[in-house]
């Protein structure tokens, strides 16, 4: 699972952040935490299966850590 900028609500909505470490967009960052996440101040955060970037121009550090956690 991979989520970039306002795509930690939608993890939030899903109810699949509990215990878990992530980073989002900061407008996004209440929601992640009430939904039970860790949340980060980092360009990329992945736990296990979870991707997480908060901002578009984290995109390349965001692929690289997709592409390394596909490779797996």
Known sequence: ???????????????ILRG????CFVSTKDDVMNAGARYLEQEVVVD?????SH????LPA???A??????R
């Open 1 to 15: 699972m991979a989520a970039i900028y306002h795509g930690g609500f939608v993890l939030a909505s899903a109810n």
């Open 20 to 23: 878990r470490k992530v980073t």
């Open 48 to 52: 296990s299966n979870l991707i997480a």
């Open 55 to 58: 901002f578009p121009a984290d």
């Open 62 to 64: 965001f692929m690289k």
């Open 66 to 71: 997709i592409l390394l956690t596909l490779k």
